[in-house]
């Protein structure tokens, strides 16, 4: 008899939604995706040819997809603006949540998903910060618990993107949340994680430009910014988010201790291969996220998987993915008002400073 | 209905029968895993923890495998030793062959498998040279053909693994053909890739050392070899094949050509993370040739499974394979008898040199 | 007849003022060091074993020393502190001044230097900013003014020494101006630099940690500290400065464009050397920003002679150490009040933010 | 009264002439050239005007420079065919003598060098291979000594330069001895350097083709080449030469040792600068072999006249440089005979093969 496997859901079929469907159809061996959900109409036809094949269900409606019968999950891929309706509607229908990063561009609506799932301690419930499942973080993250940097006090993290000569973020702009919301978040996550429970965000201050494309300034927005977070136990972190990249994606983070440091991806590359000509020696890098992240974004939706038939704990806690977009959004504010954004140390703002 | 897909029985279940076995219950998504041969009652023992729960008939028998209801394909993942017979007792029965490289280390036998292949045309058999899988090799490959680097002319290839205290590789030294046929076979197959089939073989040259392992002089073998291969149309292709790297496995190639050059893993590394300590700034190797090349290794046998399933053409030509092992061999003569062995244009050896 | 040299004097004989000696002695072909100053005797004690052999005179007296016959230029390399005392005392006296950054810790007293010079248009003074003048600094200057990255929008630049357990940079933190007058001064006049003259800053904002030397809070320092500074031509930099770098000295540079990036250094090096052992693949960094500028300082006073004896034109304008000086106060005095400082376009500071 | 000098004289003011009579008058302080020779007038025109004006003497002819009053050294920097017959002219005149590389392109000849050597022992007669000067050659060197890597084994070596479209090394190859002798030469000698006296080479073979030049065949020569050297204590090296670098000189050294392994320049760079643009990430390497090695020439010359002022020992035997002609010369042989060469313990060819 075949080992029991997770029915999933798959809500969204856009960019990352085809591409969490085809991972849970062939790369996740203890889950079936047995249908999925999309508003959209091409998007569905695509699923006709690609999923349907192989038995999963096609949804045009939400609400009709979470009763499907004996459906056990969801991942939720779709635009942010409906993550955290969705996965409260996941929750309070007894579903496993994998809930793509942010939660919400809004803390307050963040933590209503985290309430949520508060309320039924039996659910898994994730935040889809796929990063915490590369490799190469992961290493780092073994090597610093084990002691080998001393205590972890400067974290420089940056999101950048390619050049997208469509500009098809601008568009974006206005739901996005902004550059640190949309970019830096992952960053954030990051370095909470690095840094541990323990260490509470005291400030953020931020900067930005409009470089390549001015009309962001409408959304209150940028395409590179960066900013510091400042931290109540002596640490600091700084972060880069850009839209400016002309080699291809540069996610680079530093972990800097009292005796070490760990450095992701400071040599960004595509593949292994370099090429020698008349230019000079070089390599390509990868062209987006998904490229340097795709392995990642695998191993993230088996943990979830292999965590909610096994009845273990997360990789990560919820409300991290709360506090992630807090400071994301203060970082944006700050960015907007030029002001430093102070915290008391139980997380909330304080209108004055904090010294 | 779901898409059909290729039944695959596994022959093998050691290191790599093992691995291959897991990759085509979970990573090959147009292949079923439906049966696997092993001779050894430990590997049967794994094979029911992991396989039989998944509907894997396990076989002690080879032959009773091939019997196995609905069975379209064979991996074969045995000893070196038995490959061919194997393979042509599957070819015979009308198995598609994927087999574990080498064919064989005797050219004669390699090439009763060709033979046998060939009555049979509207098989697939393939040998696993699974380099050619590599992203980073195929991008090297794409950008030559395209002529980026003019004529490739020179080709430094290095096939190093690193150092076992065990020494298990000297036991294995009996049977492994030598080092040339155990690791250089390798980069000989990238060369002839590389080269094409245009470029014929005149002669090869090589040298060794034990540096570790002075036993190995008992199965004329090395632990450290050096090789020339020169080819008619004015090219040379220069390897180095070692069991002693400190660090880690080192695979290597430069394909040199008139206008530039393209290397591969000139910059070996386990994954994304550098460590900045007192020692300076350093990164991990990858421990062994799968933690290199194990993705290529799963694209290997999908790309064989989709070729059998869409009767398409197999990625390389299986009469590759039997040149790998005929230049290897003479390299792994050579290492003793310290002659520059001769190839006629037609492939044969020659006794006198042809200057 | 052999050509005409530049009698040369140099005030300070400590670190700096040794290396400077021995350089205008042996690696300075059109300047010949006729005289050196220093208060300290056992300095003094070193130039009677290494200088006067050559002829050099020594005096404890600076006064005296700008008497010498024949002098006609002054290297400046005595503490901070007096630089601007004896910068102005040999511009008055009609000699060339090259002095070493910074100018002073205050951007008035630097001011006066200025001032001092520009009554004196014949003389060449200039501030010592070695950075201009390595090799790679100024390629990626000339690439970029090629236009090879499009408009340069955003710098990333850092001073990190190696961590010196003796700690003895905090003595000197009393007298330095801080963390940032001491490293960052030279981040920001590269940044003035790359930007160059038309680029106005309009604000910046800091933070910063004591993870090694809590005792710095006393002179209102850190032992590693972070920096934004916004320009009104929507261009922006960032700065992080560390004396806590495990492997050595990490001055690195990116100059982000529009249409790409350079970066100076982003693989820290000792020299060419790469080691492969058990603990991976690694290569030494530099321990001390002398080891890795040591060409830049060189080349550096040979092109102050060079414009000295040629009377062509320097370098780079005096007037820019002291926008880098008032950039860098800003900086400290924001580490320590948490506020934004901004900048009117004339340079002045503003008491009111300027959004 | 400044310390004593040596007096030195050029003999040759070709490339390599003009570089180090610019390095004698500017980069040795412990030197003076106090003589030129060149039979060429407008290599003579050119010291005219560089070397006159600081009291350099101009000779037409070579003879009369070794009678230049108050000469004591002499650096040889004419063409190889010359070298022997200045070199021993010199010493017979009581005269040090630092001779470029090689010798000769006979090891005969080279050997007559070494006997007028052995007669004066007074004096310092080193032979220029400047790569022993290199620092991460001599870092390499350190470390091996010190037991870093265990036993060195197997060393990889190549000298490539970067592709003349001028082909001007055509017409060199009628007197340069060929590519093993011109290039390898100094690979050999860093061979010899890095396994020490004890090692005795072997065997030798080789293999090259002409890629861009066929030409070269008339001279018995190539445009690429590689070749195996064996040593009698179990060790081995293989050799790269090449003319056909697209991206620029690339001189790479692999010293691999039982517990580990030293890498000199696997990272080819011109300099400290990365370029990222669309094409990926890129750096520049050398133009050729002097941007590489500058400041090794430099030290060269520094420590050759340290050795002659203090009467201290030579960094290297003059019978070093015999040797490595005399295999370098093997090399070439093999390149045309295709078979393999092989020594005595001795160093003596032997007709027959030593297995």
């Not at 590369?134 to 993290?157: C, E, F, H, N």
């Not at 090429?275 to 987006?288: M, N, T, V, W, Y």
Request: one cysteine or more.
């Amino acid at each position: 008899m075949t080992p029991s496997t997770l029915k999933v859901g798959c809500a969204g079929a856009g960019r990352m939604g085809k591409r969490h469907a085809m991972n849970l159809l062939h790369r996740t061996p203890r889950a079936d995706l047995v249908a999925i959900f999309t508003p959209d109409a091409d998007e569905r036809e695509w699923a006709k040819a690609n999923l349907e094949p192989y038995g999963v269900a096609i949804y045009d409606d939400y609400d009709s997809m979470l009763q499907h019968t004996g459906l056990e999950a969801v991942l939720i891929a779709t635009v942010t603006t409906v993550h955290a309706e969705q996965a409260i509607k996941a929750i309070n229908t007894g579903k496993h949540v994998l809930c793509e990063k942010p939660l919400s561009t809004s803390a307050e609506i963040s933590q209503s998903i985290v309430d949520a799932a508060n309320k039924r301690p039996e659910l898994k419930v994730m935040c889809g910060f796929s990063r915490r499942f590369d490799a190469s973080y992961r290493d780092a993250w073994t090597k610093m618990s084990a002691g080998l940097i001393g205590k972890p006090s400067v974290i420089r993290s940056q999101t950048c993107d390619k050049i997208d000569p469509t500009g098809a973020f601008v568009a974006f702009a206005a739901t996005s949340g902004g550059i640190f919301c949309d970019c830096s978040v992952h960053d954030i996550d990051l370095i909470l994680w690095f840094y541990g429970q323990e260490s509470k965000v005291k400030s953020v201050v931020a900067s930005g430009i409009t470089s390549l494309h001015p009309e962001l300034r409408e959304y209150n927005d940028c395409d590179n910014a960066v900013g510091i977070i400042e931290f109540y136990d002596d640490r600091v972190a700084y972060l880069y988010c850009s839209r400016m990249m002309a080699a291809g994606q540069e996610d680079t983070t530093e972990i800097i201790g009292t005796r070490g440091k760990l450095v992701v991806n400071g040599h960004a590359q595509r593949n292994l291969l370099s090429i020698f000509d008349a230019s000079g020696a070089r390599r390509e890098l990868p062209a987006h996220y998904y490229e340097r992240f795709e392995v990642a974004f695998v191993d993230e939706v088996n943990e979830f998987v292999a965590s909610c038939l096994d009845d273990t704990q997360l990789p990560m806690q919820l409300s991290g993915a709360v506090d992630a977009v807090k400071i994301a959004k203060a970082l944006q504010d700050s960015l907007v008002s030029h002001q430093r954004i102070w915290f008391k140390q139980n997380g909330e703002r304080s209108d004055k400073a904090l010294l």
